[in-house]
């Protein structure tokens, strides 16, 4: 049963951690919890690359059943283009949609179907085709024929965000630099949206265009609010455009004709075809709110640009204005009050670790509420992403496989419903968001957020913090203060905003019933993470009772206390539980069977944890190496030959080595999701010390001809390991590559 966050199911703590987290409903809000599919299928030269291939949703037939459990009230989900009709027109197929949304349709959720997301449509249009808006259209009246029960339409997904990608940034087929391009870009997609509702109301008269654009706001330095102003008046366009507002008064007007070389007579067709939107979708990133200062120098080179007639830096309102902005809540107050109508948040998602992205969610439904409660018509609040989406942090401009995961995580055999999903299920039920994690801010809201210099901008509305950051926040409890994993989570936690206590032996005696006792009733956490051990493998086969102590009994008085007090619990176990004797990676289910002392303590530690606390996290890991201490094989190699000297590796044995950051970030978001049992978490590859020490070398710049190949045999190690001891994970791969691990190794490693 997977652990729901509710203050019942835990006692004393965790209670105390959230009871107070509730935002205040003393006014009734009508917003229905909606959700959504990352559904891209964006071209960059000739090639097409499709979220939902990545996804692997187009293979699952399962996912749909998965979402509608969430208990969404509506779906945003892709009736798509390019995935239909990726040839021809005449050839569509639409197997794969039928089934998902007959489905969805008896699971009773509705849909807001897209019809093309942030994409040129499929290799026989593209969006500056001046036929694009009529085979939109035709494709538009197929789709509503077949599925005349859809009431709600994106046809095409930000259209303004996508002629900017396509059009001004270059990023996007056609790849242009031109507001002539982008122009044409975004006049087509809107008129396309306009032949498309026509023939969708040709099927369903009542049917309702849900328009999504990002909502965000330009700040600046006095010398650049001309700039700031531009951005602005920018942002409305598409939305202008389809409510006939783009006349000769328009702000836009001079720049579209002479600039953009738009002709009269081409914007005045769109006052003549309004289209007005049933539903303004406001889609909402961090990256949303911008701040355009000419002090160029105080930020990263990738920030600098400028508009021909000044230089300036372009970077997120969050990472420079010493006043955060009021966020999406006067956003909303002030969309609505131009249009006047009905508003939803169609996408509010984050590419963060987990505890910060349930705070964007739980601090913007906070923010949705308090513009409902100012006046503003707001229907529906998404949580984008479920499924996740790859490559964003590129633009989808190249194909690294950077994974953001969301409701769900589907780097596993089956999706994993992550805390996300748990904090949707709470909003879907009428509930208030409600985790531990809540307790503390965002990165965008503490003083770290800042690249240099806090700037300050005129006319920036103050933020208030959430209401669950007002809290006091309870901790994490760790074991471990001296050691490697015990240090790292308290870098880690300090840097994801997590407040914790690290403790050495003296202030917490995991293997004295009293003194973990004592230790909870002080600290008071919400979680106990056990980063303490025994680890001196070899010395063990002399030192069994102290090994066993640390442990085996250790954890196992960790779990008890754990159990009766109902926090959940995190040990680490090791590959040394296995006898080698494999040829491919172990996995979580196979037999243990230690060969040596220390093995045997983690395999006895696991049996207990498991006896006293069934729902406690046990995570077996191999081979630490990290960037902040020298105790570590890769900084021991390194250490070696660079002093002039060699170092001898085992060829004959195989193991998974571990970077310590990717462990532990790991570790606190399968922690944050109230996941249980046993993980596997490493690197995921499987080389021997000698090949190690050959790449850490190579990447070094060190002489790999004074690295030795020997049996472990003669390196007179007294506890027998096993021949092979690699990890692989049947249940996700959740950790970078090791190739991954080193590069950033050798970029974040601190050299005493």
Same mark, same amino acid.
Request: neutral net charge.
């Given at each position: ?443 965008? @809201?503490? *003083?770290?957020?800042?690249? $240099?210099?806090? %700037? &300050? +901008?005129?006319?920036?509305? #103050?933020?208030? =913090?959430? !209401? ?80 066993? @102590?640390? *442990?085996?009994?250790?954890? $196992?008085?960790? %779990? &008890? +206390?754990?159990?009766?007090? #109902?926090?959940? =619990?995190? !040990? ?181």
């Amino acid at each position: 049963m997977r652990r729901s966050w509710a203050p019942v199911r835990f006692q004393r703590s965790f209670a105390a951690a959230v009871g107070s987290l509730r935002v205040p409903m003393d006014l009734p809000v009508a917003i229905d919890i909606w959700g959504g599919i990352e559904a891209t299928v964006n071209r960059v030269g000739q090639s097409f690359y499709s979220q939902l291939a990545c996804s692997g949703h187009d293979d699952r037939d399962s996912d749909v059943d998965l979402i509608a459990d969430l208990g969404i009230r509506a779906l945003r989900y892709p009736v798509l283009w390019e995935r239909i009709a990726p040839v021809s027109l005449d050839s569509p197929d639409w197997n794969n949609t039928d089934s998902a949304l007959r489905r969805l349709r008896e699971r009773d959720v509705q849909i807001i179907a897209g019809l093309l997301h942030h994409g040129s449509g499929p290799i026989y249009t593209s969006l500056v085709d001046p036929t694009f808006p009529e085979k939109l259209a035709r494709f538009t009246g197929m789709a509503a024929r077949r599925y005349p029960w859809i009431g709600r339409y994106t046809p095409i997904n930000e259209p303004l965000t996508t002629a900017r990608f396509s059009g001004l940034y270059g990023k996007w087929y056609p790849h242009a630099r031109d507001p002539r391009v982008f122009a044409t870009a975004l006049l087509n997609q809107c008129q396309g949206i306009v032949l498309a509702m026509r023939e969708i109301r040709a099927i369903n008269s009542s049917a309702q265009l849900v328009q999504t654009e990002d909502l965000g706001e330009t700040y600046s330095t006095p010398a650049l609010a001309y700039q700031a102003r531009f951005n602005n008046d920018l942002r409305w366009l598409a939305w202008d455009l389809l409510c006939g507002r783009v006349d000769r008064g328009h702000s836009l007007w001079q720049w579209l004709t002479e600039v953009c070389a738009v002709t009269d007579r081409r914007l005045a067709w769109f006052v003549e075809n309004p289209c007005v939107p049933d539903v303004l979708g406001a889609n909402y990133y961090v990256t949303s709110e911008r701040f355009l200062d000419d002090c160029i120098d105080a930020y990263p080179v990738r920030y600098h640009g400028g508009n021909g007639r000044a230089k300036y830096a372009d970077i997120e309102a969050v990472r420079s204005l010493e006043t955060p902005t009021g966020g999406l809540g006067p956003l909303l107050v002030k969309l609505w009050q131009r249009y006047k109508i009905p508003v939803a948040v169609t996408e509010c998602h984050m590419d963060a670790t987990r505890d910060d992205h349930l705070r964007w969610i739980a601090e913007n439904w906070e923010a949705t509420i308090a513009a409902r409660r100012a006046g503003a018509e707001i229907v529906g609040f998404t949580v984008w992403s479920l499924l996740g989406s790859f490559d964003w942090n590129s633009l989808l401009t190249e194909r690294r496989g950077y994974y953001e995961p969301g409701a769900f995580d589907v780097r596993g055999a089956h999706p994993r419903m992550t805390a996300v999903g748990h904090l949707l299920e709470q909003l879907a039920r009428g509930e208030s968001p409600s985790h531990p994690v809540l307790c503390s801010p965002g990165w965008w @809201r503490r *003083n770290d957020r800042l690249f $240099s210099r806090p %700037a &300050k +901008a005129a006319q920036t509305p #103050g933020a208030r =913090l959430p !209401v669950a950051a007002r809290k006091r926040a309870s901790p994490l409890l760790i074991s471990g203060a001296t050691g490697t994993l015990g240090k790292a989570f308290g870098r880690i936690c300090r840097r994801r905003g997590l407040p914790y206590a690290l403790l050495s032996r003296a202030q917490l005696d995991i293997a004295d019933e009293s003194s973990v006792v004592s230790a909870i009733e002080k600290f008071k956490p919400w979680a106990v993470i056990n980063a303490s051990g025994y680890v001196r493998i070899d010395a063990a086969e002399h030192e069994v009772s102290k090994c066993l @102590r640390e *442990n085996a009994l250790g954890p $196992s008085t960790l %779990a &008890k +206390a754990c159990s009766q007090m #109902g926090l959940p =619990l995190v !040990v680490y176990s090791s590959d040394m539980v296995f006898d080698g004797q494999h040829e491919h990676p172990y996995v979580e289910h196979e037999r243990l069977a230690p060969l040596n002392v220390y093995g045997k303590s983690k395999a006895e530690a696991e049996a207990q944890v498991l006896a006293r606390c069934g729902d406690a996290l046990i995570i077996r890991s191999s081979a630490f190496f990290g960037p902040w201490d020298q105790a570590n094989y890769v900084s021991q190699v390194i250490k070696a030959l660079t002093a002039g000297g060699s170092y001898r590796a085992a060829v004959d044995l195989t193991i998974s080595p571990t970077y310590v950051p990717d462990l532990v970030n790991a570790s606190l978001d399968l922690l944050i999701d109230g996941e249980k049992g046993i993980w596997h978490l490493t690197n995921e590859c499987a080389v021997t010390w000698a090949d190690l020490a050959i790449e850490v070398a190579d990447r070094a710049h060190l002489d790999r001809a004074n690295i030795y190949g020997c049996a472990h045999a003669d390196l007179q190690w007294h506890a027998t390991r096993p021949a092979y001891s690699a990890l692989r994970s049947e249940r996700a791969k959740l950790l970078p590559d090791l190739q991954s691990a080193l590069d950033r190794y050798f970029l974040e490693r601190e050299v005493v």
